[in-house]
């Protein structure tokens, strides 16, 4: 019985606390949301930042997160909504004590897409917009450098505190990548934009404790809308068959507000997990 209860309190000091913050919950349009941007936690700490979209540096900073716990910056894919303030966290590193390199990871490019360490070239290199700043592209940086690195598909990605997998997934023309988190025995999902056309979310997410769907377009948005982006009812299809107890719906847009109560019908009708409408600075415990 002793040993009972020392295992039991020893489980509930030790356990490890993993949370996602959803910095941005909104897309690209004028909504008073942030557009796409979550944080993980970890014991307190923040320790990845995913996308950094529209008002993602502004929560952020309500969040009380600090740059230099931060073990990376992944990058889902490089529309506005999702890379747009990352400028904004390198130069606020200027006037933090973060003084070791930041990995930034996300996609490569293409004819119509810069490549993660393209984009860091257009904003920090010799002939970047901010050229001011392009010592943090080097290891003479006054605050910390900058490690920008493209992930054309599946990669294992090891840091100090977690692990991420990475998925291709299919956003019309857009190099898109799906990230698996792993913390201990939790692990997050986030799907990216992505209309899941070639199935791989189902497996990528096998028995994640929560998925973060990028919810953009209503059930019956129009063709094109559905070559981008997936319907609730795939949403619910993914989460069923990858058998994840909880659904965080992001990327709220107004095309997709008024059919909230339809979306959780339609979802209801195979899922049978919890369904989550995300909201800026919500904090989820894994
Ligand atoms: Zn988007």
Same mark, same amino acid.
């Given at each position: 019985?002793?040993?009972?209860?020392?295992?039991?309190?020893?489980?509930?000091?030790?356990?490890?606390?993993?949370?996602?913050?959803?910095?941005? !919950?909104?897309? @690209?349009?004028?909504?008073?949301?942030?557009?796409?941007?979550?944080?993980?936690?970890?014991? $307190?700490?923040?320790?990845?930042?995913?996308?950094?979209?529209?008002?993602?540096?502004?929560?952020?900073?309500?969040? *009380?997160?600090?740059?230099?716990?931060?073990?990376?910056?992944?990058?889902?894919?490089?529309? &506005?909504?999702?890379?747009?303030?990352?400028?904004?966290?390198?130069?606020?590193?200027?006037?933090?004590?973060?003084?070791?390199?930041?990995?930034?990871?996300?996609?490569?490019?293409?004819?119509?897409?810069?490549?993660?360490?393209?984009?860091? *070239? &257009?904003? /920090?290199?010799?002939?970047?917009?901010?050229?001011?700043?392009?010592?943090?592209?080097? !290891?003479?940086?006054?605050?910390?450098?900058?490690?920008?690195?493209?992930?054309?598909?599946?990669?294992?990605?090891? /840091?100090?505190?977690?692990?991420?997998?990475?998925?291709?997934?299919?956003?019309? &023309?857009?190099?898109?990548?799906? /990230?698996?988190?792993?913390?201990?025995?939790?692990?997050?999902?986030?799907?990216?934009?992505?209309?899941?056309?070639?199935? $791989?979310?189902?497996?990528?997410?096998?028995?994640?404790? #929560? /998925?973060?769907?990028?919810?953009?377009? @209503?059930? *019956?948005?129009?063709?094109?809308?559905?070559? #981008?982006?997936?319907? @609730? *009812?795939?949403?619910?299809?993914?989460?069923?068959?990858?058998?994840?107890?909880?659904?965080?719906? !992001?990327?709220?847009?107004?095309?997709?507000?008024?059919?909230?109560?339809?979306?959780?019908?339609?979802?209801?009708? !195979?899922?049978?997990?919890?369904?989550?409408?995300?909201?800026?600075?919500?904090?989820?415990?894994?």
């Amino acid at each position: 019985m002793k040993a009972l209860l020392f295992l039991l309190i020893s489980v509930v000091i030790f356990a490890i606390e993993v949370e996602i913050e959803i910095l941005g !919950s909104g897309g @690209p349009e004028v909504d008073n949301r942030a557009s796409s941007s979550y944080l993980l936690w970890i014991d $307190g700490e923040a320790k990845a930042l995913i996308d950094a979209g529209s008002g993602s540096m502004l929560q952020f900073e309500r969040s *009380s997160a600090k740059l230099e716990t931060l073990e990376v910056i992944l990058l889902t894919h490089m529309h &506005i909504d999702h890379v747009v303030d990352l400028p904004s966290y390198i130069k606020a590193g200027y006037f933090s004590s973060r003084r070791n390199i930041l990995p930034i990871i996300g996609p490569d490019g293409d004819d119509n897409f810069p490549s993660t360490i393209e984009y860091c *070239s &257009i904003l /920090f290199g010799e002939k970047g917009a901010y050229r001011y700043m392009k010592d943090v592209l080097t !290891s003479q940086s006054d605050s910390f450098e900058i490690h920008p690195q493209d992930v054309n598909n599946t990669q294992h990605l090891v /840091f100090n505190s977690f692990t991420v997998d990475t998925l291709k997934v299919h956003h019309g &023309i857009v190099p898109s990548l799906a /990230f698996r988190i792993t913390v201990g025995e939790k692990s997050v999902v986030i799907s990216s934009d992505t209309n899941n056309e070639n199935h $791989g979310l189902e497996i990528f997410a096998k028995g994640a404790n #929560l /998925f973060i769907a990028h919810h953009a377009i @209503p059930e *019956s948005a129009g063709e094109v809308a559905k070559t #981008l982006h997936m319907t @609730p *009812s795939e949403i619910a299809q993914i989460v069923k068959k990858a058998d994840v107890k909880k659904v965080v719906m !992001s990327h709220r847009m107004k095309r997709t507000l008024e059919h909230e109560n339809e979306t959780i019908t339609i979802m209801k009708k !195979s899922y049978s997990g919890q369904i989550v409408f995300a909201e800026d600075l919500m904090r989820i415990r894994l």
